[in-house]
Nanobody, 127 residues
Framework: QVQLVESGGGLVQAGGSLRLSCAVS????????MGWFRQAPGKEREFVAA???????????TYTDSVKGRFTISRDNAKNTLYLQMGSLKPEDTAVYYC?????????????????WGQGTQVTVSS
């Protein structure tokens, strides 16, 4: 029901910046809690950032500790697009990044709480 299309991945040097985009269709975007996850080769998919809806009037953002202060999640409701602005990139940020949508307004920060996923976009950070 919810379709997600990601873009913006690529190869950057350590210390560089990159912005990922996720175009959303199929639901009222402003009322859908969203998240970004990533998966490196040989590792489990891990939570990166979430943009959730604690009340009808507010949004709330949450980040995993390793990206706090470097990454920013945001949404543009007029464009039905979710973003992940990544700065001060490190080689350990290298992974496939996935956009996800949840049927809940306040999902927990695990992959099982999200039922719609993008195809993933590769981010590679060189040293």
């Amino acid at each position: 029901q919810v379709q997600l299309v990601e873009s913006g991945g690529g190869l950057v040097q350590a210390g560089g910046s990159l912005r990922l985009s996720c175009a959303v269709s199929g639901r009222t975007f402003s009322s859908v809690a969203m998240g970004w996850f990533r998966q490196a080769p040989g590792k489990e998919r891990e939570f990166v950032a979430a943009h959730r809806i604690p009340t009808m009037l507010t949004y709330s953002t949450t980040y995993t500790d390793s990206v706090k202060g470097r990454f920013t999640i945001s949404r543009d409701n007029a464009k039905n697009t979710l973003y992940l602005q990544m700065g001060s990139l490190k080689p350990e940020d290298t992974a496939v990044y996935y956009c996800a949508a949840s049927p809940k307004r306040w999902p927990s920060l695990v992959a099982d709480e999200y039922d719609s996923w993008g195809q993933g976009t590769q981010v590679t950070v060189s040293s």
